[in-house]
């Protein structure tokens, strides 16, 4: 009898948002570009997205972090689209035959507002994470101007990644 193995991960990253206007820094969350005046600071693009679950997709791996497979103090990874990444975390996860059950990501800002970018980025998440976007759910809060995201100084995001494997 063949048995559903499951793992779960959990990620979470966060970037401070530039002081200035954003020029050639473009805000990129689940790999779709975000209209907002301020890019991140980042060693790569800085999609706290992509990176969240690139650590939750780890995690359920249990394969390391994001820093240590991808580390900033390293050229290879400058200004890297995240995308990148996270396909490199997908075919690490496909060679050992686990695939995404479901994802779900909560990213935690006060601005911009994130309503209108919800679906494209579950669209762009299912292709890089191999399934239909509906087993994607991405969704926005703020923190009541609490804290770091509340007085506009960088975004969060949590990651919560479901694997599954049929042995």
């Known amino acids: 009898m063949n048995a559903l193995n499951l793992r779960i991960g959990h990620g979470y990253d966060v970037h401070r948002f530039s002081d200035e206007e954003r020029v050639d820094n473009p805000l990129m969350l689940g790999g779709v570009e975000i ?4 890019g991140v ?36 990874f400058r200004n890297i689209d995240s995308t990148v990444l996270l396909r490199r975390v997908m075919q690490l996860a496909l060679a050992g035959r686990w695939q995404v059950v479901n994802a779900d990501i909560t990213v935690v800002a006060e601005k ?4 209108p970018w919800m679906q494209p980025m ?29 007085r506009k100084e960088g975004i969060a995001c949590y990651a919560v990644v479901l694997l599954g494997r049929d042995d």
Not at 49 to 73: K, M, T, Y
Not at 112 to 115: D, F, G, R, S
Request: glycine share 10%; net charge negative.
């Open 112 to 115: 911009p507002k994130l309503a």
């Open 41 to 76: 600071i980042a060693h790569s693009d800085g999609d706290v997205v992509i990176h969240a679950l690139c650590d939750a997709v780890l995690g359920a791996l249990a394969a390391g972090d994001i820093g240590r497979r991808f580390p900033d103090s390293s050229e290879e």
């Open 35 to 38: 209209p907002h005046d301020r």
């Open 122 to 150: 579950c669209e762009r998440l299912g292709e890089l994470l191999a399934v239909a976007d509906d087993r994607i759910n991405v969704k926005a809060t703020t923190t009541e101007g609490l804290g770091f995201p509340g």
